[in-house]
DNA sequence: CCTCCACAGGAAGCGCAGGAGT
DNA sequence: ACTCCTGCGCTTCCTGTGGAGG
């Protein structure tokens, strides 16, 4: 058994780890100082006490979005001037609601609670922006996560016109380029009061970016240059994603520590591949609800036992593609429920499961076509099944135990 | 052709938790 | 302490939709 001293003391080939996790934001952006200089001149008005533009920003994954908005905000705040910003993520902050409570409480220590109407907290922002006469900017990040964001706009819009002092100026990000199709016509011309979009990063500036963590992240000459050009070159191929590009080296950096190497080369990054993209797969498995683990583990089940349309597809299949319908999975996830002690839902939430699961990638769904009855949609899982079905029956054996209890003493209760 | 099947997804509404107003 | 009120997750009911089968 090892004591403490000796793992910390043991050699790493890192130097500073830090730099390579994707919350870390590097003083310079490579490739992105025309966006940077473009975003700081549309918000700069505010700091001649004059109303930002609402900006929207938008760009696939690991697109540097995220970081440049960041990055201003960060030199913007040094600024000391009646103007402030709140960045949020909507995928925590999902609706009007989370929105304008996320901000009364960066802001009013004393709202800091739960349990406010709306309108009672819009009063509270309004008259916390017009007493400082302030001028504030939202960001909000991944924007299309928000359920009502109609509403959401319409009331941060509205809120200039009430306005007599100060301003309220959003930043919307999102990386759905056909995001604000969907949009209401007034809250897309709101919003979309100025574009700007950000380009998947080239491999050749995925290079240079990876060149450049890399020096600072590992000691000189510890990664191989066809390794880096290797990740550069695995991650444009998917969409360009520096994110990801980064997760692989730091992925390859922790594979070469535990074979003790000082030193990455195309092999580790090889294998950090299949490493990250199980990861990725597991870590949103993990976070999931209970109910939608359920539904995409009866998926993985059910593709793992076949299909009884198996024949069906067999004639029209392209390649290993195996499609399950809706039905069945719906009578799979019954199944699971009764195996797992949870209330089952009804089959019409069951499909908003499914969208959501969709939406995350961890299924994929087809319209079904002639050779099926009416109007189905064919589902796919995403990963392994295997892999998925152990991870699940992990996640439910593992700490959940209590939940099911509960359920069932609801259970019996119902029964009374 | 029509009818039925097996779903998709919108609309309404219900029960609950937790805070506001009194 | 009590009645509202609000948001949320969910169920129930309903109206499409497009191919299969007669």
Known sequence: MPTF????????IFKDRNVLSPHYVPDILPFREEQIEKIMNWVAPALKNERARNIFVYGKTGTGKTASV????????????????????????????????KITKDFIPEMDKAGFGVATLYEKILAWISGGSRRLIIVLDEVDMVGDLDELMYTLTRANDDLKHGS?????????????????????????????????????????????????????????????????????????????????????????????????????VEDARKNVDSDIAAEIIATLPDQQQLVLYAASALSLSGSKY??????????????????????????????????????????????????????????????????TRLIKVGYPP?????????????????????EDAGGTQEKL
């Open 168 to 268: 309220l100026s959003i930043i919307g990000i999102s990386n759905k380029l056909d995001f604000k199709n969907v949009l209401d016509p007034r809250s897309r011309s709101s919003l979309c009061e100025t574009e700007m979009v950000f380009a998947p990063y080239t491999p050749s500036q995925l290079q240079a970016i990876l060149l450049q963590r890399s020096q600072m992240g590992f000691g000189q000459d510890a990664v191989d240059e066809s390794a880096i050009n290797l990740a550069a070159a695995i991650a444009a191929q998917e969409t360009g994603d520096a994110r990801y590009a980064l997760r692989l080296l730091l992925k390859a950096g922790e594979i070469a520590d535990e074979h003790s190497l000082m030193h990455i080369s195309d092999k580790e």
């Open 70 to 101: 960041r990055h201003v905000m960060k030199k913007f705040e040094e600024e000391k001037q009646p103007a402030c910003t709140c960045y949020m993520n909507c995928r925590i902050y999902n609706s009007r609601y989370r929105v304008l409570q």
């Open 386 to 406: 295997l892999q998925i079905k152990a991870l699940i029956e992990k996640n439910f054996v593992h700490g959940k135990v209590m939940a099911a209890e509960d």
């Open 5 to 12: 001293s000796q793992i910390l003391s043991k050699p790493s």
């Open 310 to 375: 198996a024949k069906l597809f067999a004639a029209s299949d392209d390649e290993d593609g195996r499609f399950l319908a809706s039905g069945e999975v719906y009578e799979e996830y019954t199944r699971a429920c009764k195996a797992f002690k949870r209330k089952k839902r009804s089959s019409r939430w069951y499909r908003e499961y499914l969208n959501d699961l969709e939406m995350l990638g961890l299924i994929t769904m087809v319209e079904s076509g002639p050779g099926m009855r009416g109007h």
